[in-house]
């Protein structure tokens, strides 16, 4: 983002610096004493979290990072927080993808508005981040009874 300065010669100009980011500014991520990196991961702990907390959401997680999390929490004995999370994260802005499983008889165009505004908020206030787009995609409905479908997080140990 750039300013336009209109000046004439020999009149300094009254434009400040362009700003970029969310409104609350960029003063939790570089400041005069230093700069905050935030990692992808912790980015995208953040933006599962915040998703799984909508009502209507079963799961996150495709087919296959579902079977490929499943593995993984057999071996390391942990959950998959960021299954079905993709992030990109810059120094001042975060871009989310997410991939959803909607229990059925849920408005899915609610839920995503529902989805992006939790997620929106969670990263925003808590990175400092300005989060630029979150993407969903629907991959599954979860139907009553349908229990092939169940999340390993969410059984019984």
Known sequence: ??????ETPGQASTAGPARTGSPRG????????GRTTISDTVVAKIAGM????????YALGGGMSRALGAVRERLTGGTGVTQGVAVEVGERQAAIDLDVIV????SIPDLA??????VINAV???CGLEVTEVNITVDDLHLPGDEAAEPQDARVR
């Open 26 to 33: 960029n003063s939790e991520l570089v400041s005069e004493r």
């Open 124 to 126: 925003e206030n808590m």
């Open 50 to 57: 915040a998703a799984r907390e909508v009502p209507g959401v």
């Open 103 to 106: 229990e059925y008889g849920v």
């Open 1 to 6: 983002m750039s300013t336009q300065m209109n």
């Open 113 to 118: 508005a529902g989805i992006r505004r939790n």
